[in-house]
């Protein structure tokens, strides 16, 4: 029994590994005996395989270097420490920027190892964490900040947050990738309402919950802090979702002019602001190492064609890329007059590669056909982090290739507007036949 304790006392860390030839985010597992790397999905199932190291400075430094040197073409790799009870999730997490930006974000940067072997006592270039930061390691917000009980009056808990896995990337500064239902309690009356979540400090320092509502359309005829939109800055934030240009925005309360750039957020339709000097560029996209001239396009928030990347699966291409200030790094931009040119048998397929599952869950392909011809499909037995079924609705976005989650069936509010719009249409003889009489 206390040898069993003692072990389970143990702490450890896991190796994840970048394959710069696939981009793809694996678990460790070992070596062959050739020297070539063994990996293995980061899922629950594998995770009797994951190679464990003791956390220890010293150890971990002598068997990292060790295994390092046994390693055949070990630039091909790029390696990162994560904490055990972390790999999953944040694996899964470096796999979802790697598709958007490449490995240039903070999370990279942290858990990188690059010092190899002959590393002095306590100068890994991952922190140790603590039993708080073990749990929620990368964090932008401590959770012993946030207001619990005024948070209940939205509805949420931080068992729930855990259950719908927003809590961690609440805790590192995103918001919440789907719109959250909150019912908000204000005494005499509750509003129940989708939103998407984020955490924030007030001017007091306090840690809130930011709500961002659902609009139908981005208000464009309104000045933003003091820049009003141009016919041109209005169409390409329908088009592409981002304003395209910088341009100089007020502060509302130090009326200091700052260079900033502007996008659409895809889900709320909100605008969204990001000083030009907080851009996070990437210095090389899919395999092309970008100039300081094509960085500086971007830093201006034009657009950019870029030859010859490569794919996930080997493939060659061209495509634009340009800053996304709603999402913080850059995103693809892909012609929309090709994309309908194409077959319907080509878009199809291409949709059924995207959306074969949702959240573990397969699609049928009527499901699939459903979501290309932009309806909301309605999907039950989906499970949450603790294994606990939720259901809801999902629909595909076509430009981003993403698939959106909502709790409440999106196309209900509009059928209901169109619907009571038909019966007043429908009403209007009748009374005008009234006055006649």
Do not use: C
């Not at 985010?25 to 070596?31: A, E, F, S, T």
């Not at 430094?61 to 060790?66: A, E, G």
């Not at 944040?90 to 858990?111: V, W």
């Not at 999106?410 to 009374?431: I, V």
Request: no cysteine; hydrophobic share 30%.
């Amino acid at each position: 029994m206390s040898t069993e304790n003692t072990e389970r006392q143990v702490e450890h860390d896991v190796l994840l590994v970048n394959d710069k030839t696939k981009n793809k985010i694996q678990v460790v597992k070992g070596l062959d005996k050739d020297g070539k790397l063994e990996t293995v999905p980061a899922t629950k199932k594998n995770q009797n395989q994951f190679l464990k190291v003791d956390r220890h400075g010293d150890f971990f430094s002598n068997f990292f270097s060790n295994f390092f040197n046994q390693l055949k073409n070990p630039t091909q790799f790029t390696f990162f420490r994560v904490p055990e009870l972390l790999t999953i999730k944040m694996a899964n997490q470096m796999q979802k920027e790697l598709k958007q930006s490449g490995p240039t974000h903070e999370l990279f940067l942290k858990h990188q190892i690059t010092e190899i072997g002959n590393a002095p006592k306590n100068e890994n270039k991952v922190a140790e964490p603590t039993k708080e930061e073990e749990q929620y390691s990368s964090n932008k917000f401590d959770i012993k900040d946030i207001d619990w009980d005024s948070l209940s009056r939205l509805g949420l808990s931080k068992e729930k947050l855990q259950e719908m896995d927003l809590l961690e990337p609440l805790l590192q500064g995103y918001k919440t990738k789907d719109l959250v239902a909150v019912n908000l309690d204000l005494g005499s009356a509750v509003f129940s309402l989708d939103a998407r979540l984020s955490l924030q400090k007030n001017e007091e320092g306090k840690v809130v919950m930011a709500l961002e509502g659902v609009k139908k359309y981005p208000n464009l005829n309104v000045p933003l802090y003091g820049h009003e939109f141009s016919k041109q800055d209005k169409h390409n934030l329908l088009k592409t979702g981002n304003m395209g240009r910088v341009v100089e925005l007020t502060h509302p309360t130090t009326k200091e002019k700052i260079p900033s750039v502007v996008s659409v957020d895809r889900l709320t339709n909100n605008l969204v602001v990001t000083r030009v000097e907080k851009m996070q560029l990437p210095k090389e996209v899919k395999g092309i190492v970008l100039s300081e001239e094509q960085l500086q396009t971007l830093k201006e928030g034009k657009p950019l064609l870029v030859e010859g990347m490569t794919s996930a699966k080997g493939n060659l291409f061209n495509a634009e890329i340009q800053y996304n200030a709603a999402k913080g790094h850059i995103e693809f931009l892909f012609d929309n007059t090709n994309k309908q040119s194409k077959s319907q048998t080509q878009n199809q397929s291409q949709l059924s590669d995207d959306l074969k599952t949702f959240r573990g869950k397969e699609l049928t392909e009527k499901q699939q056909s459903d979501l290309l011809e932009g309806k909301a499909i309605y999907i039950k037995d989906l499970l949450d982090k603790r294994g606990n079924p939720y259901q809801g609705y999902v629909t595909y976005n076509k430009e981003t290739k993403q698939a959106d989650f909502s709790f409440q069936n999106p196309n209900k509010q509009e059928q209901s507007k169109a619907q009571s719009q038909s019966e007043k249409q429908a009403d209007e003889p009748k009374k005008s036949k009234g006055r006649k009489m």
